[in-house]
C-alpha cells in the first residue's frame, strides 16, 4: 500500500466518497447524519433569526395576527410532514422552521387569552435556550450541578413563601403530575405496606375534592389503582369556592361506607372561575380528621408574591403539600411547575426511591444528597428550575409582585367595561383574573325569559369563537358548566397587556357576534 486514499480501481477518491456521502459535494452541505458543526451551527443562527422575526416580533405584534387557521387536510399538506429517507438541504429546513412558525398559535400575542398562560418573558427564554442547549438530566449533582443547586434554592425560595422554613420538594411535569404526587405521598405515608405489597394490602380510601377541582385529580386516583368511584365530590357555592360543611358531611358518608377518609384536594385558583377555596376551615376540618390536605394552586399559587392580594390563599401554610405552576401567572414558560411539601423527613425520596446503583452510587466523592433524582417517579427529568431562576434574578420578587397586580388591575378595568356595555352579562362576579361571560346578541336581549333562550344562547359562544379563530383576530376559551350554558373565559395574565388591547376585545366580542 501506498498511502493513498485514492482507489484508482473504481475511479474515486475516498474522500470524495465521504464528501458525498456527507452531501457536501459541490459545495452545497446536505443535513445527514453525518452533520458538519460549522453547517449546524450556521443552520442553528438562520433558525433562530427566523424565530426572532416570525414569533417573537411578529407574534407579539396586535398587527399580526394571533393564529393563521388552516382545518388540518390543508395544513398536514401545507406543512409536509410525511418523514423519507433522505435528508433536506438548510434552506429546506429553514423553510420548515418558518411555516411551523407561521401555522402556530403565538400564545405571546397580546389577544391570546385562550388558556391560564400567555405573553412572553424575554429573560426566562434565554433560560429555555440554555437548557435546551446543555441538554442535561437533574436526576443527579455529577452531571447537573449547577442545576441541583439551583432546583434546591428556587424550591426554598417558594416553601418560604407558603410558609414553610423547611420543607422538601421537586420540579414536576405539570400541575397533573403535582397533583398525583401528592395523592401518592399520602397514601405512602399512611399505608407504608402499599409500596412492596400494592393495593391488596389497603383498604378502601377516600379522596375529597369539589366539584369545579381539576380533572386531574380523578386522573390520579385512576391512575394510582384508587378509583373514580372513591372520589368523593365536595359541593361549591355560587363563586366555586368548597363548601367546608359538605366537606364534613361527606366525611362522613365516606366513613359510612367503609372508606378510609385519605386525602383533601382543595384548589387554589380553579381552572374556569378562578375560585380560592376557604383554606382555613378546610384546615380545620383536615386537623380533626387526620387528612392530607393538599392544595392545587397550580393557578393561583402566584398571587403569593403580591401582598395585596395573597389573602386569597390564607390558610395555605397549614396544608401538607402543594402545586404550584410558575408557567402560568408568572409567564415562566412552559412547562414549570413545582411540588412543594411541609414534610422533613425525607417522605417523598422513601415513596419513590429505587435505589439504582448505577446512578445513586452512595460512595461518591461529593454529598449524595445532592442526588436528588430518587425523589421522582422519573429517570431522566427535564431542568425546569433555570427559566424560572433566571426570570426571577432579573425582576426580583418585588418585579413578580407587580405583575400579579398588574393582571388584577386589568381584570378590574375590564369587568368595570362589560358592566357599562349592553350584551355582556357577567357569570359571577370574579375572584381571580378569570372573567367569566356571556355575550347576548341583540336577537336575543329581552327574550330571558322564553323557553328556547337558553338554548339559543348555548350557540353565540361556539359560533364566535369559531369566526374570531378563522379570522386570527384573537383567542379566548368557551364552555358549559353545571347548568349554565356556553359562556366565555377570558384569562388576563400577560403585564403587556393594555387598556387599549382590553377595549379591542369587547369590540370585538360585538363585531363578531351582534348579527346573531
Same mark, same amino acid.
Request: aromatic share 10%.
Given at each position: ?8 480501481? /473504481? ?10 456521502? *456527507? ?79 407561521? =401555522? ?24 429555555? +435556550? ?16 449547577? +442545576? ?11 416553601? !418560604? ?8 420538594? $421537586?420540579? &414536576? ?9 401528592? %395523592?401518592?405521598?399520602?397514601? =405512602?405515608?399512611?399505608? #407504608? ?5 400494592? %393495593? ?56 359510612s361506607q367503609d372508606s378510609v377518609p385519605l386525602l383533601v384536594s382543595a384548589t387554589s385558583g380553579t381552572t374556569i372561575q378562578g375560585a380560592f377555596d #376557604?383554606?382555613?376551615? $378546610? ?29 386569597? !390563599? ?38 419513590? &426511591? ?13 454529598? @449524595? ?43 378590574? =378595568? ?5 358592566? *357599562? ?6 357569570? /359571577?362576579?370574579?375572584?381571580? @383574573?378569570?372573567? &367569566? ?26 359560533? $364566535? ?12 376559551? =368557551? ?10 373565559? %377570558?384569562? $388576563? ?24
Open positions: 500500500m501506498n498511502g493513498s486514499v485514492c482507489s484508482p480501481q /473504481n475511479g474515486e477518491c475516498e474522500v470524495e466518497t465521504l464528501k458525498r456521502a *456527507m452531501g457536501l459535494q459541490n459545495g452545497h452541505p446536505l443535513t445527514t447524519g453525518l452533520e458538519d458543526q460549522g453547517d449546524g451551527q450556521s443552520f442553528l443562527k438562520e433558525a433562530f433569526n427566523v424565530i426572532l422575526e416570525e414569533v417573537l416580533r411578529r407574534g407579539t405584534n396586535v398587527q399580526e395576527k394571533v393564529c393563521e387557521w388552516q382545518d388540518p387536510a390543508e395544513l398536514s399538506a401545507l406543512l409536509d410532514l410525511e418523514l423519507r429517507e433522505g435528508g433536506e438541504n438548510q434552506q429546506q429546513l429553514l423553510k420548515r422552521v418558518q411555516d411551523v412558525a407561521r =401555522y402556530s398559535v403565538k400564545t405571546c400575542h397580546p389577544y391570546f387569552f385562550n388558556q391560564l398562560f400567555s405573553g412572553m418573558d424575554y429573560h426566562s427564554l434565554a433560560g429555555r +435556550f440554555l437548557t435546551e442547549s446543555l441538554n442535561t438530566s437533574q436526576y443527579t449533582y455529577e452531571v447537573g450541578p449547577v +442545576f441541583v443547586l439551583m432546583e434546591n434554592e428556587v424550591l426554598s425560595k417558594l416553601r !418560604l413563601m407558603v410558609g414553610w422554613p423547611d420543607g422538601d420538594g $421537586i420540579f &414536576c411535569p405539570g400541575g397533573s403530575m403535582s397533583n398525583m404526587y401528592a %395523592m401518592n405521598v399520602a397514601r =405512602y405515608r399512611a399505608f #407504608p405496606q402499599v409500596k412492596v405489597q400494592g %393495593m391488596w394490602a389497603l383498604p378502601r380510601l377516600a379522596i375529597f375534592t369539589s366539584q369545579e377541582s381539576h380533572y386531574s385529580v380523578c386522573k390520579a386516583a385512576s391512575f394510582q389503582g384508587i378509583g373514580l368511584e372513591n372520589i368523593f365530590t365536595v359541593k361549591v357555592d355560587e363563586r366555586g369556592c368548597m363548601i367546608p360543611e359538605d366537606l364534613e358531611d361527606k366525611i362522613e358518608l365516606a366513613r #376557604p383554606l382555613d376551615r $378546610i384546615a380545620d376540618i383536615c386537623a380533626r380528621n387526620s387528612l392530607w390536605l393538599h392544595v392545587d394552586a397550580a393557578w393561583g399559587g402566584s398571587v403569593l408574591f403580591s401582598s395585596a392580594h395573597k389573602h386569597l !390563599l390564607k390558610g395555605i401554610e397549614r396544608a401538607d403539600s402543594v402545586a404550584w405552576n410558575p408557567h402560568k401567572m408568572l409567564m415562566a414558560g412552559l412547562q414549570c411547575s413545582v411540588f412543594l411539601m411541609k414534610d422533613t423527613t425525607d417522605l417523598l425520596k422513601r415513596c419513590h &426511591c429505587a435505589n439504582a446503583t448505577y446512578l445513586f452510587q452512595q460512595d461518591k466523592f461529593y454529598d @449524595v444528597s445532592l442526588d436528588t433524582g430518587d425523589k421522582s417517579i422519573q429517570c431522566g427529568r427535564k431542568v425546569d428550575c433555570l427559566k424560572l431562576w433566571l426570570m426571577w434574578k432579573a425582576v426580583g420578587s418585588r418585579g413578580l409582585g407587580q405583575r400579579v397586580d398588574k393582571a388584577f388591575e386589568n381584570t378590574r =378595568y375590564l369587568v368595570g367595561k362589560m358592566k *357599562m356595555r349592553e350584551g355582556f352579562q357577567l357569570v /359571577n362576579e370574579p375572584q381571580f @383574573v378569570n372573567v &367569566c361571560f356571556w355575550f347576548i346578541p341583540p336577537s336575543l336581549r329581552g327574550s330571558e325569559g322564553t323557553e328556547e333562550y337558553q338554548e339559543k344562547l348555548s350557540k353565540v359562544a361556539p359560533i $364566535i369563537k369559531e369566526r374570531m379563530v378563522r379570522k386570527g383576530c384573537m383567542m379566548v376559551g =368557551y364552555q358549559p358548566q353545571k347548568g349554565r350554558v356556553n359562556f366565555f373565559r %377570558m384569562v $388576563i395574565i400577560s403585564p403587556q397587556i393594555t387598556r387599549k388591547d382590553l377595549d379591542f376585545f369587547l369590540d370585538e366580542i360585538e363585531r363578531l357576534g351582534n348579527d346573531l
